[in-house]
């Protein structure tokens, strides 16, 4: 299948999703989610596929967020769609039959740490930098990143990083449960 947005490849026993926006720092839209979405689908009865790898493109970012620019106008219905769209895409990756690892690489802000969030397993490098900043915004976590973080890294840190807008380092989520390993970016694919 042709994507416009990502990248996919088996390598070995591995389906790798690569989100294909350096430019725009892999800023999630509405088309690319749905490729997301239909690319973990499109693997789920492949018995070559043992996992699925998400990873963004370039060094910077796994996926620095949404892309604002697509939603500003939004009024309060095609809001409201977009974010029940999201929820579908991170539930399909969450209720996954074969594992699903985030490779973060650079930021996962916003709906992009809602993507890792909703993974099996987080892998981050080195550089990697997580958190919700979208309530500077006054918006709140809209793919259900705030029942996924409270769930993965307890109450007490959720709350704080949600009503905070705080970014951590990779060893800081590390620290709390959010990233299951830290390695050196050349190693992350690895």
Do not use: W
């Not at 789920?44 to 990873?55: A, K, L, Y």
């Not at 989520?173 to 959010?178: K, T």
């Amino acid at each position: 299948m042709s994507y416009n947005q990502i990248l996919t490849e088996k390598i070995d026993r591995a389906f790798v999703i690569t989100i294909n926006r350096p430019d725009k720092m892999n800023a999630l839209n509405i088309e690319l989610l749905q490729e997301i979405k239909q690319a973990v689908e499109s693997v789920q009865d492949d018995s070559e596929v043992r996992g699925i790898i998400i990873t963004g493109s370039g060094s910077k970012a796994f996926a620095a967020g949404a892309d604002i620019a697509e939603f500003a106008a939004f009024d309060v219905a095609e809001g409201t769609k977009m974010s029940a769209d999201g929820h579908a895409v991170m539930n399909t990756i969450e209720q996954s039959s074969k594992p699903v690892i985030a490779a973060v690489n650079g930021y996962s802000l916003g709906g992009g740490c809602e993507l890792a969030m909703a993974c099996h397993f987080r892998i981050a490098s080195s550089n990697a930098k997580f958190g919700q900043p979208e309530v500077n915004l006054g918006l709140p976590p809209g793919y259900g990143g705030t029942q996924r973080l409270a769930q993965i890294v307890g109450k007490g840190r959720a709350l704080e990083m949600l009503l905070t807008a705080k970014t951590i380092d990779a060893n800081e989520a590390y620290h709390i449960g959010l990233a299951n390993s830290v390695v050196e970016q050349e190693e992350l694919m690895a």
